[in-house]
C-alpha cells in the first residue's frame, strides 16, 4: 500500500513568515511529486510538480525533494491571508501514472 | 481558454436515481480520472482512462460506471448501488507523454447530494 502522509494542521502563520508543509511517502520508486493547493469549496489547482532531489523555486513557492529520506516540502515565503488554504501533496510511483495524494495539510495565514 | 469542465456544481437527486456527472476537456489531454472527496478524506480514485474506448476501476469503483467514446469527454454515471453517493466528484485530465505528462489538472467538480 503506497502510503503519502501530510500532518493535517491547520498550521497557522503570521503574515509574512514563511509557512513549511511537509508530506512523508512509502514507496521508495517514487519518481513524481505534487503540490496542490485547494480552497474550502474549491477543486485542487497544482502550484509545483518535482521530479529530482533539491530544491525548485516559483515566485513565492520553493519545493524541497530529498528521496533518499523519502520527503518533500513546500515552502512559502512571505505568506499572505490569500494563502489560506488545504495544501495536497501528490506522489507518484515509477510504473505508474496515476498519483496518491494526501489528505493535506490546512494552513491559515492571520493578519 | 484550455481547461476542464464540469456539470452541474450542484446536483440534489432522490436516492434510488442514477446520475451522470458530466466532464469535459479541451486540453488535448489522453488521460482522464475521476475521484471523489468526503469532508476531511483525501482524494479517491473512481475510475480512469488513458484513451478513448478504454477505462479502467480506481479504488471505489463499485456503484458507479464511466464511458469515453470521446477524447473530450469522461461521464460518470452514479448508480442506486452506490451505498453513500454524497460528496465532491471532481474530474481530472493529464497528458499521455512527453514532459510533465503525470501532472492532473482539475474541473470545478460537481457536488452531489442524495437525500
Known amino acids: 500500500q503506497k502510503e503519502v502522509e501530510q500532518n493535517s494542521g491547520p498550521l497557522s502563520v503570521p503574515e509574512g513568515a514563511i509557512a513549511s508543509l511537509n508530506c512523508t511517502y512509502s514507496?521508495?520508486?517514487?519518481?513524481?511529486f505534487f503540490w496542490y493547493r485547494q480552497y474550502s469549496g474549491k477543486s485542487p489547482e497544482l502550484i509545483m510538480s518535482?521530479?529530482?532531489?533539491g530544491d525548485k523555486e516559483d515566485g513565492r513557492f520553493t519545493a524541497q525533494l530529498n528521496k533518499a529520506s523519502q520527503y518533500v516540502s513546500l515552502l512559502i515565503r512571505d505568506s499572505q491571508p490569500s494563502d489560506s488554504a488545504t495544501y495536497l501533496c501528490?506522489?507518484?510511483?515509477?510504473?505508474?501514472?496515476?498519483?496518491?495524494f494526501g489528505r493535506g495539510t490546512s494552513l491559515i495565514v492571520h493578519p | 481558454d484550455g481547461g476542464i469542465t464540469q456539470s452541474p456544481k450542484y446536483l440534489f437527486r432522490k436516492e434510488g436515481q442514477n446520475v451522470t456527472l458530466s466532464c469535459e476537456q479541451n486540453l488535448n489531454h489522453d488521460a482522464m480520472y475521476w475521484y471523489r472527496q468526503d469532508p476531511g478524506q483525501g482524494l479517491r480514485l473512481i475510475y480512469y482512462?488513458?484513451?478513448?474506448?478504454?477505462?479502467q476501476k480506481g479504488d471505489i469503483a463499485e456503484g458507479y460506471s464511466v464511458s469515453r467514446e470521446k477524447k473530450e469527454s469522461f461521464p460518470l454515471t452514479v448508480t442506486s448501488a452506490q451505498k453513500n453517493p454524497t460528496a465532491f466528484y471532481l474530474c481530472a485530465s493529464s497528458r499521455g507523454g512527453g514532459a510533465h505528462s503525470y501532472e492532473q489538472y482539475f474541473g470545478p467538480g460537481t457536488r452531489l447530494t442524495v437525500t
Open positions: 501528490a506522489v507518484r510511483s515509477g510504473g505508474s501514472y496515476i498519483p496518491t
Open positions: 514507496d521508495r520508486g517514487s519518481q513524481s
Open positions: 518535482i521530479y529530482s532531489n
Open positions: 482512462s488513458q484513451i478513448v474506448n478504454d477505462f
